[in-house]
């Protein structure tokens, strides 16, 4: 451990053990702070070591090229919650580390709607706020009053969801993420609405049960594409005939096509060469060049 920083900090960590499509190169450094001030502790040690430092969360979103990164990647692993009871409507305060599915489930039991749509969402709350996650009729931005952040390193500020500009799938904060000190999320506020705890288990298991339908088996991100206004990206690449193309051991889902698989042994290259594939080609045929979704160290 590094002198005067108090939190462990692992040296060349393989980022595949923090990706949910399992690839990734070397971190130089990665560490876990689980608090505001082991936060700043890390941040002030990566300035004063001139490193670029990088915080993720679940890595649900993320792919590490196979390069790794020669600075610093860190997950924020608070996840402590409050809920302000205000009779048929409620506030939740919520650290970033949290997960989202877990949260909408345990709110949902106990007869809290706003976040049942995330059930089956893989990342965490952090990371929904950052990328304004969403699904099933429902997105961050519908529900944030506003996130606490780590400014700088060192600041620690509350911006409101309009301070955020949220658009679709994109936040200011996801704009901000390649400077070498980026906003950290810290947690957020949302707001809540009291419902029958009936019907929200009941649609929460119609979500698990559509969801599970859609999913590919294997090792994946979820949607590697945004979809593009009035289309979906998904539709565009299997018109254009590239559902089960594969480089390697990843593969463009024979069973939905905005999915890359990693079948085991695939490396950041192959799902790049992917995700290039299926840009092009979908630029050549249609005119349309699909955005990306997932986030690229």
Known sequence: MPALLSIPLRTDEPMARHTSWRVGGLA????????PAEAIA??????????????????????????GFAGVIAVYRGQRWELHDQGESA???????????????????MGWAGLEWAEGLPGTVGGAIVGNAGCYGGNVAGQLIAAELLMNGCERVEWSSNDL???????ILKQM???????LVLAGRFRL??????????????I????????????????????????????????????GARIGDAEISPIHANY????????????????DLARTTVAERFGITLQLEVRII
């Open 208 to 243: 698990a049960a559509e969801r599970k339908q859609k999913t590919p088996a294997g090792s994946s991100c979820g949607s590697v594409f945004k979809n593009p206004p009035g289309d979906f990206a998904g539709r565009l690449i299997e018109a254009v005939g590239l559902k």
């Open 42 to 67: 890390l941040a002030t040690w990566a300035t004063d070591q001139q490193l670029p430092l990088i915080w993720i969360g679940r890595g649900t979103n993320l792919l590490v090229r196979d390069e």
């Open 260 to 275: 890359i698989v990693n079948h085991g042994q695939a490396r950041a290259a192959d799902i790049l060469a992917l995700i």
């Open 28 to 35: 130089r450094y990665y560490a876990e702070p689980a608090t």
């Open 91 to 109: 506030e939740l305060w919520i650290e970033a580390g949290a997960p989202m599915a877990g949260t909408a489930r345990r709110l949902a039991a």
């Open 165 to 171: 500009a949220y658009t679709y799938r994109e936040s």
């Open 177 to 183: 993420q390649h400077t070498p000190l980026p906003p």
């Open 193 to 206: 609405q009291r419902a029958d705890p009936t019907v929200l288990t009941a649609r929460m298991a119609a």
